[in-house]
């Protein structure tokens, strides 16, 4: 059973000079809550001073825990790693930039105690550059919530808290980590946004760019993907597979009444083509989804791993 009440997790990529103000502001934060707390640190391969900072961080706070990466793996892999370690029964996630206000994480926590599985962080006033920050984060936000179903404000804001069973749930990947309310989705989580503060950037240099954004829309198919059809695949190919080969199908036939029935010459056709390739492709897709969904089976069935979430028992005897 966890010991700790709240674990605060951190990504790091050469922010040394926000590293030790940053660490006063979570314990002054922390410590008003009055609850057990670690803090957890993940230097993503850090090329500066930051490394150094945390260790002497480290040793002047017995709260806080170091991870040292042996190269930079990115925000997501820092994150799965501070996940993995965590002990606390509360888990915030929140950037080492300083633009994330410890300040808030009281009241990220008094929403979980209101009985919220999930509360995500809303920078309702961000002080980012309006071109290459504000604007490609509204649409990505516009474009997400459509996509997922998942109607927040802020998917890129760091600063949430979740509880542990929810967090030691997750799995991220690539870019995945702006996606975890989409993930949490699944499993039936009671979520919640709240307003919180945010700071223009002080020292260092922001890791934030265009190119992410490329990243981001990858990530997004393969989390639409996975929230309505990894447990039935055969759905997904199949659909496609089966308009496919029903209108290869179909031209086929009109074609064969139209040589039959008509003696109209075929030779020559584009239609021809048409039709035995879209029928040759929705085959394809069908086969696709078959052997995924023996994938899947072997994924479920080999791990023992539900395609359900239970919340709670509620009365029964003990095995």
Not at 107 to 132: A, P
């Amino acid at each position: 059973m966890p010991t700790t009440a709240v674990s605060v997790i951190l990504p790091v990529f050469n922010e040394a000079d926000n590293l030790e103000p940053l660490t006063k502001d979570i314990i002054v934060a922390l410590e008003e809550t009055g609850r057990s707390y670690e803090i957890i640190f993940v230097d993503d391969g850090s090329t500066d001073q930051s490394l150094n900072v945390l260790t002497s961080l480290q040793r002047a706070h017995p709260s806080v825990v170091v991870i040292e990466f042996r190269r930079n793996f990115g925000q997501t892999a820092a994150l799965a790693a501070g996940l993995r370690t965590a002990n606390g029964e509360v888990i915030v996630t929140m950037d080492s930039d300083r633009q994330n206000d410890p300040k808030d994480i009281p009241t990220l926590l008094q929403e979980i105690d209101r009985g919220m599985d999930l509360v995500c962080g809303w920078r309702h006033e961000r002080k980012d550059g309006l071109w290459l920050r504000l604007l490609p984060s509204r649409a990505a936000n516009w474009l997400i919530s459509t996509t997922t179903d998942v109607k927040l404000h802020d998917y890129g804001c760091t600063l949430k808290a979740m509880r542990r069973d929810v967090a030691k749930n997750l799995r991220l990947y690539g870019e995945m980590h702006r996606f975890i309310p989409a993930i949490a989705s699944w499993y039936g989580v009671r979520m919640s946004e709240v307003k919180v503060g945010h700071h223009p950037r002080t020292a260092g240099v922001s890791k934030y760019g265009l190119s992410r954004t490329f990243r981001v829309l990858l990530d997004l198919l393969t989390v639409k993907f996975l929230m309505g059809y990894s447990a039935r695949p055969i759905q997904f190919f199949g659909s496609i597979g089966m308009a496919c080969t029903v209108a290869g199908g179909g031209i086929l036939s009109w074609l064969f009444i139209e040589r039959v029935f008509l003696g109209l010459a075929l030779a020559g056709r584009p239609a021809v083509l048409a039709g035995i390739v879209l029928t040759l492709v929705g085959l394809q897709f069908i086969t696709v989804g078959l052997l995924a969904e023996l994938q899947t089976r072997t994924y479920h069935e080999s791990q023992d791993k539900p395609i359900y979430e239970i919340r709670h028992t509620y009365g029964g005897r003990e095995s």
